[in-house]
């Protein structure tokens, strides 16, 4: 199993660009998260899934969205990019909380917005 | 809505010193609770988790942490600690509403 993907790992955007980062694993989980990152603040969350069909806003959703049309995938969007969206974003799969055991990160998508 | 706090931000130690890292947690209802460290330049990785049982949870490279649901605390513990556990560490908090919750981190810096 490649675990959790992410892709790109480094992009720089303009403000008001729009960018796709792109989420895909291949464990069968049911749970995908996506965080940001940035210093001193610890992993926000911004959006998550419970299954295909289903999303849901964490703590920090605006400016962004997702969308969850398989089990694999879960790309984040960003359509107006702003300075403020500058950070490394990581997702995250878990199976589900029953049976839960360890929750996969990828490797992160390091964003810059100029 | 539910928080994890995590009370030191930067720790610095010798090798060998003993380590005690704080969480926090405020919801009041099942928690699942995790441990996550990231060395440098990589994404996270767990270390240790609790879903119920014994309170006192043994993880990975000798790391332990204790579940004190009366203080809602879940602090992160290692008697002696090496350069190579230079890292930032993450408190994290599953609840019922399927949101994994992360604390700010703690960054810790070991000498030789």
């Known amino acids: 199993n490649a675990g959790v993907t992410q892709t790109p790992k480094f992009r720089i955007l303009k403000i008001g660009q729009s960018m796709t980062l792109q989420c895909t694993q291949d464990m069968n989980h049911n749970y995908m998260y996506w965080y940001r990152q940035d210093p001193g603040m610890g992993l926000k969350l911004i959006y998550y899934s419970v299954g295909a069909g289903i999303t849901d806003k964490g703590e920090v959703p605006n400016g962004y969205n997702v969308s969850r049309s398989t089990t694999e995938d879960f790309p984040l969007r960003l359509e107006l990019a702003a300075p403020s969206q500058t950070s490394v974003y990581f997702c995250?799969?878990?199976?589900?909380?029953?049976?839960?055991?360890?929750?996969?990160f990828g490797p992160g998508t390091r964003l810059t917005v100029l | 809505a539910q928080s994890v706090s995590q009370h030191n931000h930067h720790v610095i130690l010798s090798e060998a010193a003993s380590l005690e890292l704080g969480c926090n947690y405020s919801y009041g209802g099942t928690v699942n609770l995790f441990w996550y460290v990231q060395y440098p330049g990589q994404h996270l990785q767990l270390l240790l988790k609790y879903f119920s049982g014994d309170p006192l949870v043994k993880g990975i490279k000798g790391f332990e942490a204790e579940f004190i649901k009366s203080k809602f605390s879940f602090n992160l513990r290692k008697p002696s600690v090496q350069w190579s556990d230079t890292a930032e560490y993450f408190c994290a908090v599953l609840d019922n509403t399927d949101k994994l919750i992360f604390g700010t981190g703690t960054r810790l810096q070991v000498f030789p």
């Open positions: 995250a799969s878990i199976k589900g909380l029953a049976g839960y055991n360890e929750q996969f």
